[in-house]
């Protein structure tokens, strides 16, 4: 599978009454079995911290017969004023864990995907440099069954590096 298909397959909006956004799902392996994995949500953490309600909505999908239908899945995201998910404190992002239903069709990405300084350095990356980006722009959708929009355009300004490693070392929770 070619990592634009993976990276759809993880990636779901997320939705409070007045807000949405864009987030994906890690797998973290479990320590004491390496079989299992634990399911990480990424997103920004203006995000988290602009839906104000105890539960947000994540868009997932599932298969239904030879095609993909959207379904809601409650996330929790408060338990009264006390957040259930962890903050970089200099960086926007934050990790939670959380539970996925068995029918939802997710293709986990390994902590592994996520980029160090290092690999940054070393594929030289600088203003000019096409990439492309999974999300949700205004809210739209690429289909019914509620996939993102993948688009490109041109890195426009010098890379300030604040930490690309912030999601795995706040998942310590």
């Known amino acids: 599978m070619d990592i634009n298909t993976i990276l759809m397959r993880a990636t779901f909006k997320i939705a409070g009454q007045a807000t949405l956004g864009t987030a994906f799902v890690l797998g973290r392996p479990v ?21 104000k309600e105890e539960q947000a ?26 957040e259930l998910w962890k903050e970089h404190p200099k960086a926007d992002v934050a990790v939670m864990y959380v539970k996925m239903p068995p029918e939802a069709d997710i293709q986990l990405l390994p902590i592994s995907c996520l980029a160090s300084d290092e690999d940054l350095n070393g594929f030289e990356i600088h203003p000019g440099d096409t990439l492309s980006c999974l999300g ?32 795995v070392r706040i998942m310590r929770l």
């Open 31 to 51: 320590p004491a079995d390496s079989s299992r994995v634990y399911y990480v949500l990424v997103t920004a953490a203006h995000v988290l911290r602009e839906i």
């Open 57 to 82: 909505v994540l868009f997932l999908r599932k298969k239904q017969n030879d095609e993909f239908v959207k379904f809601p899945w409650p996330l929790h995201l408060r338990n009264g004023n006390q």
């Open 136 to 167: 949700y722009p205004f809210g739209a959708e690429a289909d019914k069954a509620g996939f993102p929009i993948l688009r490109s355009g041109q890195i426009a300004s010098y890379l300030l590096c604040l930490d690309p490693h912030a999601a």
